[in-house]
């Protein structure tokens, strides 16, 4: 009985074009890498030494960015296509969080959560247009739905592989510290 199940919910994701695939399993990453997010106030807090004000304003940052980025990325995929903004903003994003690790004041954290996740939110609005031109019109409902599958386990599954020690042994994270 849960096996056909299973085999039935599987079936529903077949006939999909390769241009679909390639978003989800690049959507599955992105999302995956935001397991940070998790983890960031209580870094701002216990390593950094922040008050909760200043933790609390930091998060603010990152979603005015991440509504800014929204927005741009939208309009910014009818002007130019989405799939330079989709180059733009995986690109761009990956080299700032890798940039972010030195910013440790309080301003200057505030301004690269910002700007961080202004660009890196460009990519979903981009990401979600592309689907229209390369789903077929009766694969889209389902193309959509892969994609946000894409995104939810990318984010359950970002934390559980950030607890991995580099033996590939899991570590939980948030009862060590």
Known sequence: ????????????????S???????????????????????????????????????????????????GSWLGGKLSDKIGFYKIMIFSLFTSGLLFFTIQFVTSYIGLCIAMFSIMTIADMFRPAMFVSLGTYAKPENRARAFTLVRLAVNLGFAAGPALGGLDHHGNWIPRIVLG
């Open 1 to 16: 009985m849960l096996q056909a199940g299973f085999n039935r919910y599987i079936n529903n994701f077949r006939g999909f």
């Open 18 to 68: 390769r241009e679909i695939w390639i978003l989800a399993i690049i959507t599955f990453i992105n999302r995956a890498g935001t397991m940070v997010l998790p983890f960031l106030s209580k870094y701002l807090k216990e390593d950094l030494n922040f008050t909760y004000s200043q933790v609390g304003w930091i998060m603010v940052c990152f979603g005015l960015g991440s509504m800014l």
